[in-house]
Nanobody, 115 residues
Framework: QVQLVESGGGLVQAGGSLRLSCATS????????MGWHLQAPGKQRELVAG???????NYADSVKGRFTISRDNAKNTVYLQMTSLKPEDTAVYYCNAQTLIREYWGQGTQVTVSS
């Protein structure tokens, strides 16, 4: 059974930084791609950043230059380094992992950015 466990969320002032972690149960190499999505209150979940098994990355325009996604294969963990945080980044952040036939989600971690 696949489990994705997020951590690292919290309350931070605007301009601050946070690093989110997503630890996978078992080998990270099972997944073709992994990513982070956010869901703000009353809004749909949307992609923030993704990384493939080969290390290619993509980002939402709103976070380019501020967020960095990375992976540590030895630790079976994906990270999202968030800098220059803005109040509009406030949301629940979810880790996502995809194989060829299905995708998996973590339970989410709350990020709150105060102005």
């Amino acid at each position: 059974q696949v489990q994705l466990v997020e951590s690292g969320g919290g309350l931070v002032q605007a301009g601050g930084s946070l690093r989110l972690s997503c630890a996978t149960s078992g080998s990270i190499f099972r997944f073709n791609a992994m990513g982070w999505h956010l869901q703000a209150p009353g809004k749909q979940r949307e992609l923030v950043a993704g990384i493939t098994s080969g290390g290619s990355t993509n980002y939402a325009d709103s976070v380019k230059g501020r967020f960095t996604i990375s992976r540590d294969n030895a630790k079976n963990t994906v990270y999202l380094q968030m800098t220059s945080l803005k109040p509009e980044d406030t949301a629940v952040y979810y880790c996502n992992a995809q194989t060829l036939i299905r995708e998996y989600w973590g339970q989410g971690t709350q990020v709150t950015v105060s102005s």
